[in-house]
């Protein structure tokens, strides 16, 4: 049984909710009492360890997590929207850290 390690925000400063990707990924490491490591715009480690489209091209915002096996899954690509819809930070929490305990079962 993997344990996760590591918490990896890929993410792009440009984009609208780039400050609450972090804050998001902070809260889910905070959580699982793991470490943070945050990437910019790194596409092709997205590509490689992330989810992709049907044109196997990623968009960024990401969050991936290091398990202690050396793999890296991918946990959240989109951010989950309340019933305001608008974008959902303790939900996206929430889905992030029941994926994770996924990966460790």
Known sequence: MAKPVE????????????????NIA??????????????????MFAIDHGITDDLGMAA????????????????????????DYKPDPDKAVEIAVKKIEEYSS
Not at 10 to 19: E, F, L, V
Not at 26 to 43: N, Q
Request: aromatic residues 6%.
């Open 7 to 22: 918490i990896i925000l890929d993410t792009a400063k440009h984009h609208p909710y780039s400050k609450m990707w972090e």
């Open 26 to 43: 902070k809260a889910v490491a905070e959580k699982l009492g793991v470490e943070l490591k945050i990437l910019e715009e790194d596409y």
């Open 60 to 83: 960024l915002p990401q969050i991936m997590v290091k398990m202690d096996d050396g793999s890296i899954k991918p946990v959240l690509a989109q951010l989950p929207l309340g019933a």
